[in-house]
């Protein structure tokens, strides 16, 4: 069960997250260019956006808010979720961490699913716990969720919102279960206490100055959680969970009508007290002076800026206006702009910051009633100070001379293609995407209008609203003075260090404050991606593969292409194309060339355009390529939107044939990296990784993370040479694409951009993997601050055959392991907050090797326990699996490959895996899944043990 800081809005999540950002006190100047636009007279007249009429608001009279809505993406599922309007904001002082505590409860009990009973049901309709079913609480909101659900049986549905119904006043609290309870939120603040969490926790009073904010972390105080009394709970849950403060939604392939009667009658009864408390908003003021925070931990890798401008969000009366999707969209180009200016200058040698990253939402992603424009930087070490007053010069430059024509063509054209995108998908937004809107809706107050209005209305306006606008906006929300200005720095607390002191921060302020500066010069290489066309090969022959639906080709440099044609989305094509060779064609003395081979291609250039020309040129297109280069086989993955599909082959194209070296590019890359390895020791996570890896390749350098000296030996030059023996012969290559692409359109681009490609010599490759063998034991101690062991075990089995049959046994068999370890090592015993199982068959060598995988993170006291248990039900499970563990995960295997038939990307590892291993993962998977039986899975688990490999990697705090 998560705890969020206040959401950061992302492209993925629904239509609104991408349109992203900002909301603002509007100013004179900027609401007379906004009338301008919209051509009204005043912003209260300001048209409102039109809610979108397929869905289904309404209001109980106890005051539940619902929302419904019929979709059928994914097909016959629907999603369910309760949003409470209150969060840790509410807690009194002597409640810190309870609302966090009860959304935990919610689980363990409640009128209807007596505890334990709740996971245990919705397993049987194929709902698994932590995937479909969870929640998570901020400081201003607590949001539960069951998604995918299948429609098929009414009465799952139903119960569905019986669960809802618990969640919002049937919650049982009971003595027992807190009890139980307060061991597993110990070990997920364990868990989750990394050093800039420990700073900002340390430092939040100071930055929310005069704000109850500074002082409500979700996770709260453990002394709290250890002592509190029940009643306390209780009483914050009858305090603050009412219908007043809830809105059910459910998206899905629903009947709306009767889901609405439902509703009502389930949730009517619910009594609000007349003197029931209020939400009320907590201010966060302003502050006239600016205000420096420094903090430092031990574990700090690098430093880190977080510089934050304040501003008034926009009123909630305008949120449902016009008023917002200008100001969302104006804040958008803006953060967008300011974004490519820093990963520019990144690209010089002597920039004293490896990153810098603007983004524009609720004050320090908490504050839903302060907005910030919030700068993260990475400093070079050492140059901590100058980064702070490059960022600052950089948002000075933008509020004195605003951005360059060039700039925001490209902005605009990025956004514009972006919502296209969204757009062309329309009749297939997920249950999800609209979900997470009508949160936002609810919550927020964010306007909801049809994608068809939202692609209209935003079209409108970036044509009508000029750079002028922009420019002014911009100046208004990146402040050129020192009201509201929150900086806070992070460092690593070292011996014998200086330290970077609040007064070192206000000199640097007014450093800047006192330059002149010049505009920024928007240099920009104006020519087609590729000038010139190689010579066109031809499609040789042509056959059909009926039972997986694709068609193959093959080209006249023997290159074979598979097209899939599919329409589970309107907006993606996707392709991959894969050959032998890999890195087994090189030695040992390229560690660092392969280490580096897949950065090497990301931070060049392509053609006759660098890096920074490319990222220029691509402005406005969704195309993008990456590589990746295994042990004995190397691919290049890539995708587009339909329109784009040229480019995406243009991309192939040129990166097999012309990557274009980039010295600037390719050295921030490597200073990036250096820093990162020069304080890896103090990264737990990245230790514990190198080592466990280490064990698994038996100590092979190839796995092994560099050290900082070690990066010397990056040799640009020949790496180069590695990539372009490994792509440039297309003729080896397998191509796999598919997606919505018209089917006679891209023969041409086929025979333009693969045809053409070199036929080259078959490659052999040889196997370069060394997995361990037999009984391995890696036991080590590490000093950190916030005490928090590792666990993991490895059996592995290279003696077994690479079926469809064995691929489910091993999935079945991990499942169950996990099922059987959450119950055992977290339930029973609280070891650790989160415990798995996994499985892999690595297929990149002679033959296939199978592994089961257990790992957790557990509470240090609790390591030994959690160890044997791991050890001591795998072992179990190889003579005696219950039917009530193999049931529940054949229905939810069953419901997931369902939604994976609907998805390209599923579509690409069946294809990929049947023309490179020759293994159908697709026909029969049903009929495979539903003859399991607990004999079968425990022949399979007893024979991955009989090969006698484990291998035990712990990592333990020093005491
Ligand atoms: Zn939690």
Redesign the pocket.
Known sequence: ???VRKKIRIFANGKFNHLNHSKMKLRKLFVAALLFVVGTTSAQQMPEVPVDKDVRIGKLDNGLTYYLRHNNTPEKKANFYIAQRVGSIQEDDSQQGLA?FL??MAFNGSEHFPSGKMLEYLQTIGVQFGRSLNAY?SIDRTVYYIADVSTERQSALDSCLLVLRDWSSGITADPEEIEKERDV?HN?YRMRTAPTMRMIERALPQLFQGSKYGYRMPIGKMEIIDNFKPEELVSYYKKWYRPDNQAVVIVGDIDVDYTENLIKKMFSDIKVAPDAAKVVDEVVPDNEQAIFVAEKDKEQQYPVLMLSMKRDPIPAELKKTMAYLVTDYLSNLTCDMLNSRFSELQQQPDCPFIQAQAQDGNFMQMARTKDAVLLICVAKEGKEIETMQAVMREVKRVHDFGFTATEFARAKAEYLSRLEKLYTNRDKMKNGQYADDYIENFLENDPIPSMEDLYQTMNMLAQQLPLEVVNQYAQQIVSADDKNLVAFQMEQEKDGKTYITPEDMKKATEGVRAETLTAWVDNVKEEPLMAEMPATGKIVKESENKALGYKELTLSNGAKVILKKTDFKDDEVIMQAEAKGGMSLFGIEDKMNLQLIEPAQMYSGLGNFSKSELDKALAGKQASVHISVKEDRQYISGRSVPKDLETLFQLFYLSQTNIKKDEKSMASFVNQMQMILKNKSLNHQLVYNDSLESTKNSGNPLYKLPDVEEIEKFDYDRTLQMLKQLYINGGQFIYTIIGNFDEQAIRPLIEQYIASLPAGKAVQAKDVRTFFKGNKVNSFEKQMETPQAQTTQIWMNDNMPYTMENKVLLDAATRILTRIYLRTIREEESAAYNVGCGGEINTNGSKPVFFITAQAPTNPDKQKIAEDLMVKYITEAATKIADDDLNPIKEIMLKQAEDANRENSHWMDVLTEWTAEGVDLQTNYAETVNALTPQKVQKFISDVLAAGNHASIVMMPTK
Do not use: K
Request: proline share 0%.
């Open positions: 069960m998560r705890i966090h959304e935990h609480t939120i997920e």
